[in-house]
């Protein structure tokens, strides 16, 4: 099964192709997030991806390269 993969370069970047209206039919399967983003907050990135009607229901996995406790789970 073939499969394609969008990178984003920033959560900024990632949110402003995402919610763009000509974006509506750009629906991922899943999105693999990285908490510690460019130039945005990974903890935005996702609540705004989790409260879109269109995107709530996408699977997201999150990553960090952070040692902060409140940051990882286990």
């Known amino acids: 099964m073939p ?3 969008t990178l984003f370069g920033n959560g900024a ?3 402003r ?4 209206p000509e974006a509506t039919a750009f629906v991922p399967d899943a ?3 990285d908490l510690n983003t ?3 907050d990974g903890f935005q990135v996702l ?4 409260q879109s009607p269109r995107l709530s229901h996408v699977p997201i ?5 952070s ?3 409140g940051e990882v789970g286990g």
């Open 3 to 5: 499969c394609e993969l």
């Open 13 to 15: 970047e990632a949110l």
């Open 17 to 20: 192709a995402l919610s763009a």
């Open 31 to 33: 999105i693999l997030l």
């Open 38 to 40: 460019p130039r945005s």
């Open 47 to 50: 609540i705004h991806l989790t």
């Open 61 to 65: 996995a999150i990553l960090t390269s």
């Open 67 to 69: 040692r902060a406790s």
